[in-house]
């Protein structure tokens, strides 16, 4: 009994030697004996990818595959439809800011298999307000993003002179002109935006409190 590995594919053939206990030997050599076949390569491509929250729409291919494929099977999690069979499908991902893994699984004519990963990255969408008026009219009361789809991050508000007034993670909540102190005077601030969520930039600007 002996195992070897064949590297590359093709037709080999394999010789045989028998010793029998007297010493006597017969050499044997069967004539395509073994044949290797291919293996397939498979490619998972996504289309946009980063893909806006706001739209997360993203097309799956296996276009870049090679190796004679006759099969495709998608494995998207817990995202919709789950499991898929086909060389390409459209998708739309969570509105929520993450890394989504997606696997394909390529099969050729012959049963050998191969696999590939592809992550899909939602981005969140942050925009700042230029002004607030926290005057308790339930109107613009609070400073905080105006479009917020599944972004963590850190908010933080200076003042002119540069000192920090007020700083939370909760960017659904924002900064009612409140501080520990009490209410801020009227007046121009500085705030920067630290989003959390990868492929996501610092944002910073100015905004005017108006009671």
Known sequence: HVEHLYNDPGVYDVGLRVTTDQ?????????AIVEVFAAPDAVAEATPNPVSAESPEVSL??????????????????????????????????????????????????????????TVLVIGVLEMPNVFSPNGDGSNDVFLPLRHVGVPGLLEIYNRWGQK???????????????????????????????????????????????
């Open 61 to 118: 291919t296996a276009n870049g595959s090679s190796g004679d494929v006759v099969r495709w099977w998608w494995d998207l999690g817990e995202v919709p439809p789950g499991i898929y069979e086909g060389e390409a499908l459209n998708v739309t991902f969570p509105a929520e800011a993450g890394a989504y893994p997606v696997v394909l699984a390529v099969e050729n004519e012959n049963g050998c298999v191969d696999t590939a990963r592809v």
């Open 165 to 211: 007034l007020f700083s939370t993670e909760a960017l659904d909540v924002g900064w009612d002109g409140r501080v520990e102190g009490g209410e801020v005077p009227e007046g121009t601030y500085y705030y920067i935006v630290t989003p959390y969520a990868e492929g996501e930039e610092v944002l910073s600007g100015h905004v005017t409190l108006l009671r």
């Open 23 to 31: 010493g006597c030997a017969r050499d044997s050599v069967f004539s």
